[in-house]
């Protein structure tokens, strides 16, 4: 199983639900797979645990997040590069993958997420007996 298989990014024009005329930012995700499932590594800076919403319907998984930029008392910002604080990923879970067991912890601004494989969809060894 690779990448494409195991999810599929909604990407193309997504905005977010909140206001329609305010764009939302993607973040970018790496993914990782081994035998026990996938890992998401999404980078979400200035989005704390209290801005952070993570949900499961179906088989979508639904990142979305927004930036908390503080600015000190009596200052304004006169440039910013970024122009939305918002976050927002979705993805199509595969069947193998156990949706109702994934852990999320946000670090530094990185969030990471575990999805493990439903047991079934594990590789496992059989072991061989001497008949």
């Known amino acids: 199983m ?29 993914i990782y797979e081994d035998a026990a499932g996938i890992t998401i590594k999404a980078d979400l800076p200035g989005v704390s645990r209290e801005r952070l919403t993570i949900q499961v319907d179906k088989d979508t998984l639904t990142i979305e997040g927004e930036a908390a930029i503080e600015m000190p008392e009596g200052m304004q910002a006169l440039y910013a590069d970024l122009r939305s604080t918002r976050f927002r990923r979705s993805f199509t879970l595969s069947p193998e993958l156990a949706a109702d067991r994934i852990t999320a912890q946000v670090k530094d601004g990185v969030l990471t997420l575990q999805v493990p494989k439903r047991a079934e969809a594990r590789p496992r060894k059989i072991e061989i007996s001497v008949g």
């Open 2 to 30: 690779n990448e494409s298989t195991a999810m599929k990014g909604r990407e193309a024009g997504e905005m977010s639900s909140a206001a329609p005329s305010e764009a939302t930012l993607l973040p970018p995700v790496d």
